[in-house]
């Protein structure tokens, strides 16, 4: 099974006086259009998912909405997991995709959530990636364990997308 990692674009600042409380901060349009451009770099790859899910915080939903439009995965069903917010425990991750039973899927969350989900993937006591915002990391799970193939930062990614005239 593959399991895509993608963490969520760029969203409003935190710290910035209006923004909304931290579950209902949203992709500002920068974020979606990296975000999408992102995406169609893995289009571009050849990147074809099952399923698509994400935590439940608004802008890893218009994360995983974005890769659902791009990607069109197989499955219109939509995860939700809780154990993708930040600091959810990456056990639970794991277990909930392989209870998915699919072939592929895509999930979109959060750091530091997304690199403790590799580490705990492959077995290591810490996380050894940091994905940056609309970067992806594609894990290959087996029984027992996984290995990770391979990580694109989101700027590659674009370029990919970019060179291949998709958006």
Same mark, same amino acid.
Do not use: N, Y
């Given at each position: 099974?593959?399991?895509?990692?993608?963490?969520?674009?760029?969203?409003?600042?935190?710290?910035?006086?209006?923004?909304?409380?931290?579950?209902?901060?949203?992709?500002?349009?920068?974020?979606?259009?990296?975000?999408? $451009?992102?995406? +169609?770099?893995?289009?571009?790859?050849? #990147? @074809?998912?099952? =399923?698509?899910?994400?935590? *439940? %915080?608004?802008?890893?939903?218009?994360?995983?909405?974005?890769?659902?439009?791009?990607?069109?995965?197989?499955?219109?069903?939509?995860?939700?997991?809780?154990?993708?917010?930040?600091?959810?425990?990456?056990?639970?991750?794991?277990?909930?995709?392989?209870?998915?039973?699919?072939?592929?899927?895509?999930? $979109?969350?959060? +750091?530091?959530?997304?690199?403790?989900? #590799? @580490?705990?993937? =492959?077995?290591?006591?810490? *996380? %050894?990636?940091?994905?940056?915002?609309?970067?992806?990391?594609?894990?290959?799970?087996?029984?027992?364990?996984?290995?990770?193939?391979?990580?694109?930062?989101?700027?590659?990614?674009?370029?990919?997308?970019?060179?291949?005239?998709?958006?």
């Amino acid at each position: 099974m593959l399991l895509i990692l993608l963490r969520h674009g760029i969203a409003h600042d935190r710290l910035d006086p209006a923004c909304p409380p931290d579950f209902e901060r949203a992709l500002t349009e920068k974020g979606r259009r990296r975000t999408r $451009a992102a995406v +169609a770099g893995l289009r571009a790859l050849g #990147v @074809a998912v099952d =399923v698509v899910g994400s935590s *439940p %915080l608004v802008r890893a939903v218009q994360t995983a909405e974005i890769a659902r439009q791009v990607l069109e995965p197989t499955d219109a069903t939509r995860l939700e997991l809780d154990a993708l917010e930040p600091f959810g425990d990456p056990r639970e991750v794991l277990a909930d995709v392989a209870e998915a039973g699919r072939d592929a899927v895509l999930l $979109a969350g959060h +750091a530091p959530s997304l690199d403790r989900v #590799v @580490a705990a993937a =492959v077995g290591a006591p810490r *996380p %050894l990636t940091h994905l940056k915002k609309a970067g992806v990391a594609c894990l290959e799970l087996e029984p027992g364990g996984g290995r990770l193939v391979w990580l694109h930062e989101p700027r590659a990614l674009r370029r990919i997308a970019s060179a291949a005239s998709i958006d």
